[in-house]
């Protein structure tokens, strides 16, 4: 099913799109995060359920995406700061990331 929310839309999308189309295939992308705005209690709970789908879908991630995925996670602006967030992600995925048989987890 075509969704053209999902679409992406600028260079760097697109060759994010690119890195994951195409396995194997090594590409730093630099994208800039920029800000999010949380708008209510129904915005907080779509993040919730997004990062919680990207825990669970880790492995099957490309390495260079999860590098890129942790890299941008510390230096999102206009979410609450956190102390040792880097490594309270690494930790919430090692206990929750769904291993595949033959995939390190990182």
Do not use: C
Not at 78 to 94: D, Q, T
């Amino acid at each position: 099913m075509h969704d053209p929310f999902l679409e992406l839309d600028t260079a760097e999308s697109v060759e994010l799109q690119s890195l994951l189309n195409s396995p194997g295939q090594v590409a730093m992308v630099d994208l800039d995060i920029g800000q999010i705005n949380i708008k209510d209690g129904s915005d907080e709970t779509a993040l919730q359920y997004l990062g919680a789908a990207v825990v669970l879908t880790w492995q099957r991630l490309p390495p260079e995406v999860r590098e890129i995925l942790l890299s941008r996670s510390t230096s999102i602006k206009g979410l609450p700061a956190a102390n040792e967030l880097e490594a309270k992600i690494k930790s919430l995925i090692r206990g929750h990331a769904k291993p595949i048989a033959g995939m390190e987890q990182r």
